[in-house]
Every structure is written in C-alpha cells, then in structure tokens.
C-alpha cells in the first residue's frame, strides 16, 4: 500500500491549501482516512479525520477553517485549508486505516509553510 501526498507548499497567512492523498495498492476496505500533522520537535497530532460513512472530526484548532473530504471510487482523501495561520506551518500526513487485518498506513508526508 502507497499513499502519495500532494499540495503543500508555501502560502501567506490567509491563504489557502488543498492537500491530496492517493492511496494505491492492495486496498483492503478503508474504515477511515485522516491527516494528521507535526510541528517541530513535536508528535504528530490529528487535524481531521473522515470515516468510512462520511463523518467528519477535526482537532479544536482547524474547526471552521479545514474541510477533510474523500473520494472513495479514487481511494483519495482532501484536505481543503482555508484562513491559514503561521501556528499552521507544519508537516502534513495522510493516514488510512483499514478494515479487519488490512492493516494502517502513513503517507510520507508534505511540508505547509505559512508566512506571516
């Protein structure tokens, strides 16, 4: 299984992002899919996180400004950033887990830089 990230970059605060995650492979059942980020010297710590029914749950800190959405029939996950901030400049990693024995996986990551 490979999960491919996309869509960091730089950004001015206020800005926005979309980050995609491709999940390849053999895919078992996905149960849910999220993005996790870490800042430096720091854990990884969840930003959203989408299940396989579509709900949605999001860290206090993004709520109102990040959108996490998947594609099923793409086994992709999206994460729409809105009204960034510097306290948002963070590695960002998508994460899916699956169902049964199928196992979770990282991503390897992609670095959103906000400039104030």
């Known amino acids: 299984v490979q999960l491919q990230a996309s869509g960091g970059g730089l950004v001015q605060a206020g800005g926005f992002l979309r980050l995609s995650c491709d999940v390849s492979?053999?895919?078992?059942?996905?149960?849910?899919m999220a993005w996790y980020r870490q800042f430096p010297g720091k854990q990884r710590e969840l930003a959203a996180v989408?299940?396989?029914?579509?709900?949605?749950d999001y860290a206090d800190s993004v709520k109102g400004r990040f959108i996490i959405s998947r594609d099923n029939a793409k086994n992709t996950v999206f994460l729409q950033m809105n009204s960034l901030n510097a306290e948002d400049t963070a590695i960002y990693y998508c994460?899916?887990?699956?169902?049964?024995?199928?196992?979770?996986?990282w991503g390897r990551g992609t670095l959103v830089t906000v400039s104030s």
């Open positions: 492979g053999n895919i078992f059942s996905v149960n849910r």
């Open positions: 989408i299940t396989s029914g579509g709900s949605t």
């Open positions: 994460y899916v887990v699956f169902n049964g024995a199928g196992g979770s996986f």
